[in-house]
């Protein structure tokens, strides 16, 4: 029989989303006529914007066409779409990226897992707690950390806690970290970083010839323009960083699927001899062979974001979801709850209260509110006593979910 990789016999259960469903799905067979309202995984409830429809549906007619077909397209992406999010993105808010520098993908998701393969095995890695799952389940994976200890923390990864006293800001360390995940706003948390806090981290990796990887995918719903929405408007970035960045959270194509990365050419690691290696290089070596590109009518689809009209939309799509944030954190305030994130970011991390843990709070809503939302402690050891609320659904199901939550005695 062939021999599997057994890396993925150390991940701890399911991965989260999957195992929320698995649980939902349990409690919907035993009531089948329960509705449940679902405020747990961060998918965009709100129609595709009409421009984004509109510039695929003019993509799809001229690949009906001898002249406007289009076969393979560059694995790096269409030249007009990597254009467009090096001006708007990146070159409108002073930030030195050109189209050369941004990959197109299918997801944030997938290329903060593939990074890793143009990444050496040896490297210490460092995630914050609570963190986006993926992050260290793609390190299991490519078997980069040892089994997991009690906690569900894996050996070999150094955890950086983040919480209330810290005010959910990792210290910086004071040793020597090779790669560092970053996430701002955060998942989970919610909670942003400010430039000062950022241009810390910056200048501890360049002294440390360390990597950041900063995923960036819910920069849109950033409010104040005083907050960074990019690791590359902080000085030196672009010698120590790499940005993951999504069409889904903002332009709702979490069903559609296009996201890019950024990776600097002034960006360098080292190989085992020591010697200076180019990691864009690498990347678009990789991206070429593994990768074919995102579809040429779903780009379209993307460059339509930075139309006027499309800005337009996105705008009312984040007003939107930020609205439905501000009424969950005002009504578990009302409610008593301790809440932190909602204010830049689509998610409310919010603290169970005493006694109760984060799995043990989700059963409590499921069945007594018949609301979904994420365990804090399926982000990580220090997410225990803590739960995720999601701003992703109707304002209808937030209100409704809302005021059923504010009934449940505790
Ligand atoms: C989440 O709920 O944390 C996100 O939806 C996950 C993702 O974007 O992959």
Redesign the pocket.
């Known amino acids: 029989m062939v021999q599997v990789n057994c890396n993925y016999l150390k991940l701890k259960a399911g991965y989260l989303?999957p195992e929320i469903a698995r649980r939902v799905k349990g409690f919907t067979s035993a009531n089948p006529s329960v509705e449940l309202i679902r405020l747990g995984?961060?998918?965009v409830t709100e129609p595709l914007p009409k421009t984004c429809r509109d510039a695929m549906k003019k993509a799809i007619e001229e690949m009906g066409t001898l002249e406007g077909f289009h076969g393979y397209g560059p694995e790096q992406g269409y030249r007009w779409l990597r254009e467009s999010i090096a001006i708007n993105d990146y070159q409108e808010r002073g930030c030195e990226i050109n189209a050369d520098e941004i990959f197109v993908s299918d997801g944030s998701?997938c290329d903060s897992s593939n990074i890793l393969d143009v990444l050496g095995d040896r490297n210490k890695v460092a995630v914050t707690d609570p963190v986006?799952p993926?992050y260290v389940d793609s390190n299991v994976m490519a078997g980069r950390t040892g089994e997991a200890g009690d906690v569900g923390q894996y050996e070999g990864l150094e955890y950086l806690a983040i919480n209330e006293q810290n005010n959910f800001q990792a210290e910086i360390p004071d040793h020597h970290v090779d790669l560092i995940y970053l996430c701002f706003p955060n998942?989970?948390t919610g909670a942003v970083a400010t430039k000062e806090y950022l241009q810390r981290w910056v200048d501890y990796a360049n002294q440390n010839e360390s990597l950041i990887l900063f995923d960036a995918?819910y920069e849109a719903f950033i409010r104040s323009n005083h907050l960074p929405r990019s690791i590359f408007e902080i000085n030196g970035a672009r010698e120590c960083a790499i940005e993951f960045r999504s069409f889904?959270k903002n332009a709702g194509f979490t069903g559609t699927r296009c996201a890019f990365t950024v990776v600097p050419k002034t960006l360098y690691g080292r190989s085992v001899d020591g010697e200076k290696v180019q990691i864009w290089n690498l990347w678009n070596r990789r991206q070429s062979t593994k990768f074919n590109g995102v579809s040429y009518i779903v780009q379209r689809g993307a460059e339509a974001t930075y139309s006027v009209e499309g800005k337009k939309e996105i705008s009312g799509l984040i007003d939107f979801y930020m609205e439905n944030a501000a009424i969950i954190r005002q009504q578990l305030l009302h409610a008593g709850f301790q809440v932190y994130g909602g204010e830049h970011a689509p998610y409310v991390w919010l603290k169970t209260p005493d006694g109760i843990d984060s799995w043990g709070f989700f059963d409590q809503l499921l069945q007594k509110a018949k609301v979904v939302g994420?365990p804090g402690s399926g982000f990580g050891a220090a997410g225990e006593g803590y739960f995720r609320l999601?701003a992703f659904n109707s304002r209808e199901n937030v209100e409704k979910a809302m005021r059923l939550i504010s009934k449940i005695k505790f």
Request: charged share 15%.
């Open positions: 989303f995984i961060g998918d998701k986006y993926v998942n989970p995918a889904s994420t999601s």
